[in-house]
């Protein structure tokens, strides 16, 4: 019995559980296995795609500003910088989710057509056994130790690029950087550039130009979030780089601008699901990243 076959024979219960490692030969590509009876993500956004499969149960979310439902046997596909949180219904649920940066899955696609492309998903939830299936197959094949590279390589290209041209856009692309307002670029460079110390909104809109209320208004109308989730956002994703390192966790918790490394533990989690221990254990090769969410 695998460990999807063990989901969806019993209820979620007892502990949630979450395994989380990266993919070096797909561009660093994550893969998150895990079960939530009990654990809500925060809002959040991914610099890559989402890309999974609910092999159990049901996930709630809201996402573009709309209340969505993602059950057992369904695909699920986020576009980048979509933001986007989740929580598990009443019987929770359990998924296998990739994240594919946005080379990794445009080059796929590209690949096939012959031409270039950087797929867009307006579809969130898919309704497709094939699909589902491939995903599947080519994540637990992923966790595989004993996984033969030839297959994988073969399973991984036949699964994105189906993802891509069945149900992908092709004929647009991802909004460009810098499209939005003079002001919110300013306002996302000076975050950018205070990760590691506290800002406030005063000092945000005198950067800018800009009166409070009229910055938050803009910025949530450009972004998709307010300046706080944006920073917090952007915190996690250095933290993230970092913990491909060796400083210790309150060293990074201090650089990312947390208050200390409870607060860093319980945003990071909140956003990516898994513990930064857990994460740093999924993202170092000599560690096999195996055990409960922290």
Request: a positive charge; one cysteine or more; proline letters at 5%.
């Amino acid at each position: 019995m695998d460990q999807h076959d063990a989901l969806t024979r019993a209820p979620l219960r007892g502990r949630d559980f979450a395994r989380l490692w990266r993919e070096r030969r797909f561009d660093g590509m994550e893969c998150l296995n895990a079960r939530f009876h009990h654990h809500s993500y925060a809002p959040h956004t991914h610099d890559t795609y989402v890309i999974g499969v609910i092999t159990a149960g049901t996930e709630l979310y809201r996402c573009r500003g709309v209340e969505r439902v993602a059950r057992a046997g369904q695909v699920v596909v986020l576009n980048p910088d979509v933001l986007h949180d989740g929580r598990p219904a009443d019987s929770g649920y359990a998924y296998r989710m990739f994240y594919p940066s946005v080379g990794l899955l445009g080059q796929a696609a590209s690949d096939a057509l012959g031409r270039a492309v950087q797929p867009t998903f307006t579809d969130a939830e898919l309704d497709d056994p094939a699909l589902f299936d491939a995903i599947r197959s080519l994540h637990l094949g992923l966790e595989d130790s004993a996984r033969e590279t030839l297959r994988i390589d073969t399973d991984a290209l036949r699964a994105l690029t189906a993802v891509a041209l069945r149900h992908g856009n092709l004929t647009g692309g991802l909004r460009p950087v810098g499209r939005e307002p003079l002001a919110v670029r300013r306002a996302r460079d000076f975050l950018d550039s205070h990760l590691d110390a506290p800002v406030e909104l005063s000092d945000l809109a005198d950067a800018v130009g800009l009166s409070r209320f009229h910055l938050l208004r803009v910025f949530r109308a450009a972004v998709g979030t307010t300046p706080h989730g944006y920073l917090t956002g952007r915190r996690v994703r250095r933290a993230k780089e970092l913990l491909a390192g060796p400083l210790p966790l309150a060293d990074i918790a201090m650089a990312c601008g947390f208050c200390d490394q409870a607060h860093f533990s319980r945003v990071f989690k909140a956003q990516i699901g898994v513990s930064p221990g857990h994460y740093r254990r999924g993202s170092n090769p000599v560690q096999d990243g195996v055990g409960q969410a922290a």
